[in-house]
């Protein structure tokens, strides 16, 4: 299995690893450890580049987690690292850091609306500095965009900080609204959750990277709103 070092640290830039399997089909590579998220959640995986120490260079193009760990593929036609060949990881961290700065204003958005509305998440997906979140609400006015608008950014302007814990799943599950989903994505056989909490404001199971304040988010703009369905209303946001 790898392990996953941004699960406990999300401003890890680079790392060092060793290759433990290759496919090379698909010019894949399953490595020991890792600093690159695999995508889930909505959050897409990172990008970035693998060094051997003899300084070939591989660009990381796609990170697929199965159950034998994470699965970084490889760009360009040099010759794949093998099995036991030490690696240097680098993420493309512009792109992560913009990644980690909208997820983390969706949990502002998701916090916001489930406090002051008690609305539940029925979907979404993000890119850099702009993502998108559907709610359970039965109608969504002009009006009502302007005050979510108002106070999230109330949110990032308290400065909150942001904690990130794994505890055991009998623990989690008595945090009350822990899953903000209309369903529980976290089957049974998943032992330990991840919970990320924006202090005084939002705490729930979530497996992405996220800033440590909401300061670093900056201003959200609510740039449009779609009704998706009766109860089922989409709201679209985005950051400079």
């Known amino acids: 299995m790898t392990e996953l070092l941004y699960a406990t640290d999300s401003y890890l830039k680079s790392f060092e690893c060793r290759v433990q399997s290759v496919d090379e089909t ?12 695999p995508g889930g959640g909505g959050q897409p995986c990172d990008m970035g580049l693998l060094k051997a120490v003899n300084g070939q260079v591989w660009p990381v193009t796609r990170v ?64 850099p500095l702009k993502g998108r979140m559907d709610f359970e609400f039965e109608t969504l006015t ?3 965009i302007t005050e979510i608008e108002e106070a999230v950014n109330r949110e990032v302007q308290a400065a909150r900080p942001i904690r990130v814990q794994i505890l055991p799943r009998e623990t989690a599950f008595q ?51 779609k009704s998706k369905g009766k109860i089922n209303k989409r709201i679209y946001i985005e950051m400079g």
């Open 26 to 37: 698909s010019r894949a590579v399953l490595l020991d450890r890792t600093a690159f998220y």
């Open 64 to 127: 697929k987690k199965t159950p034998d760990g994470i699965w970084h593929t490889l760009g360009g036609e040099a010759g794949l690292p093998q099995p036991g060949d030490a690696l240097h990881g680098e993420l493309d961290w512009e792109r992560r850091y913009a990644l980690m700065r909208t997820h983390t204003a969706l949990h502002i958005l998701c916090g916001v609306v489930f406090r002051d509305y008690g609305a539940l998440v029925t979907g979404g997906e993000m890119e």
């Open 142 to 144: 002009h009006e009502r």
């Open 175 to 225: 945090i009350p609204d822990l899953i903000r989903t209309k369903i529980n994505l976290l089957p049974p056989e998943i032992r330990e959750i991840r919970t990320v909490e924006i202090v005084g404001l939002d705490l729930q199971a979530d497996g992405g990277t996220h800033v440590a304040n909401t300061a670093e988010v900056g201003r959200i703009r609510v740039v449009d709103y």
